[in-house]
């Protein structure tokens, strides 16, 4: 007789419904019986340069070493993003993808009868890893699709220990400027932790965005998560870093698995932070493909939510389920949102020239079909 193992599990855990990523594209080919070499996947917001030559390089050279455990304590890149980031070696903490260090600091700090505070349009993995620990969730209605910071602070009580806000924010692309983060800073209590996800953050220049670094002197209940998955395109890869006091990190460090970045990630991570003509190549690349898919949902009469990130949520009009089925049958892949409360909005990750043009050709055709 076996165990009923579901009710076993812990409360938060029973009620998950596991993450769900974009379709990959040999599940589309097997599905319908399509060439994989035509099928274009504008759908988990990865960057279609490639990969830094550099990086590439750096996992050639590492390869003989792969009987060897990594570096359990990432001294390279932690170095490296040490001096980059204008922080102190014990400041840095690193994760197997960024999506590493959201669930570390749940394990860390929350507990039942404890609360995290979240925006609604928010990154899944922030209810994920609240709710796995039995945590509860306090999720405040978005403003314009974006983060209402004023009401984010007043959703804070006696039992919240982690805030966790996203600059700019996935799948919606909005953000906020200095001086609104600034005043959030400002009134957060000490004791709650603020988590801010800058996982886009290199995909803006100038002032566009506020540098969280900026503030992390200012703040020690702030933490600073970004990745390398996006702008410096090492997905496949899973490392990320968060930068927070020395006593955060510490705390992180003591909850984090032995060995948790790769010694191929490791080495790749260092080799593309220090390509700074790759960074700039991916930042010129994904201004033009903005430019072009908003002229083309224009001309399509489609609307759409203005972003920072390497992705645009775009506003159908109607459930936007029926075009993404009519899209997959085109051999085009994009991400439906319906999970985060938006129903009638298709993400669209921002690819080369030749399959953003694929896309628009694409969604052309569904619309006109129906």
Known sequence: MSGDFLALAQPGVQQLSPYV??????????????DPATIVKLASNENPLGASPRALAAIRDELAELTRYPDGNGFALKSLLSSQCGVQLDQVMLGNGS???????????????????????????Y???TQAVGADAHVVPAREWGHDLPAMLKAIDSNTRVVFIANPNNPTGTWFDA??????LQDVPERVLVVLDEAYIE??????????????SAYPNLLVSRTFSKAYGLAALRVGYALSSAVVADVLNRVRQPFNVNSLALAAAC????????????????????????EGFRELGLSWIPSRGN?????????????YQGLLREGVIVRPVAN????NHLRVTIGLPVENTRLLEALAKVLVRG
């Open 271 to 294: 080799a593309a932070l220090q390509d700074t003509e790759y960074l700039a190549e991916s930042r010129r690349l994904n201004d033009a493909g903005m430019h072009q898919l908003q």
């Open 311 to 323: 992705f645009i949520a775009l506003d159908l009009g109607q459930l936007a389920a029926p075009v």
């Open 203 to 216: 995909y803006a220049e100038g002032s566009e965005l506020p540098d969280g670094l900026e503030f992390l």
């Open 340 to 343: 985060y409360g938006m129903p």
């Open 21 to 34: 990523p974009g379709k990959p594209v040999d599940e589309l080919a097997r599905e319908l019986d399509i």
């Open 179 to 184: 001086n609104a983060l600034n005043e959030f």
């Open 99 to 125: 999506n590493d260090i959201l669930e570390l600091v749940a394990r860390a700090y929350l507990a039942p009868g404890l609360n995290a505070v979240f925006s609604e349009h928010a990154f899944a993995v």
């Open 127 to 129: 209810p994920i890893v």
